[in-house]
């Protein structure tokens, strides 16, 4: 089937403008989580949604971080106001819920000049 | 609170030599251990992964890992190296009390021939 989808797979934008990521996860996934790569570092956590409990948000960086899940199908991740230190791949990954794989998106690659 | 920490950014071993990446956690809770790949331009691919039971885990592409608890170590073997294993390697780690992982930094493997 389907793996889990990212689009757009590159965006450049202007440092103060808003943009917005998308992810499709995998069919059958109630869990999905967002995480930011930057440049030679590790994943980051970011956000958590599961079914219809209140997201985790423990690990958005600014309020200017803010995400949506409609029920358990399509994130929006959305950035405003973006600065040149949001640079980073922005990877969505989903699982099931009792089994701990978390099957990851191809990313976008977010640039803010 | 949860850390990974990889030794070495980056690894270079020659085709058909042993690979050994080294990956340390420290975790409050007994811990869910991961290993991921990610190969240029793609997502991250789950490699092998530890819950409970067997310490030693055997993994996809001919890739084992052992929890050594005593040491808080889950480090990466695979006995011969081939050169579609260059890659970036990363070692995640979960508690059971939050489903998001905590990734090293990573460690980039390069086969030479």
């Known amino acids: 089937g389907a793996g889990v989808s990212q689009s757009p797979s590159n965006k450049v934008t202007e440092k103060g403008k808003d943009v917005e990521l998308r992810c499709d996860p995998i069919s059958g996934h109630t869990a999905l989580y967002w995480y930011r790569q930057r440049l030679g570092q590790g994943l980051e956590f970011l956000i958590y949604f599961q079914g219809n409990s209140a997201p985790d948000k423990s690990g958005l960086p600014s309020d200017r971080f803010s995400a949506e899940r409609t029920g358990e199908s399509v994130s929006t991740l959305t950035i405003q106001r973006t600065q040149q230190e949001d640079s980073a791949v922005y990877l969505c990954?989903?699982?099931?819920?009792?089994?701990?794989?978390?099957?990851f998106g191809p990313g976008t690659r977010l640039t803010v000049t | 609170a949860q850390s990974v920490t990889q030794l070495g950014s980056h690894v270079s071993v020659s085709e058909g030599a042993l690979v050994l990446l080294r990956c340390n956690y420290s975790?409050?809770?007994?811990?869910?251990l991961f290993w991921y790949v990610q190969y240029p331009n793609q997502g991250l691919q789950l490699l092998l992964k530890?819950?409970?039971?067997?310490?030693l885990v055997k993994g996809i592409n001919g890739f084992e890992a052992e929890f050594k608890k005593s040491e808080t170590s889950f480090h990466l073997t695979k006995p011969s190296a081939h050169m579609s294993d260059a890659a970036e390697y990363f070692c995640?780690?979960?508690?059971?009390?939050?489903?998001?992982?905590?990734f090293g930094s990573g460690t980039r493997l390069q086969v030479q021939p």
């Open positions: 975790s409050s809770v007994p811990p869910y």
């Open positions: 990954a989903s699982s099931l819920v009792g089994p701990d794989e978390q099957y």
């Open positions: 530890y819950t409970t039971g067997a310490t």
């Open positions: 995640a780690v979960r508690g059971t009390g939050r489903r998001a992982l905590t």
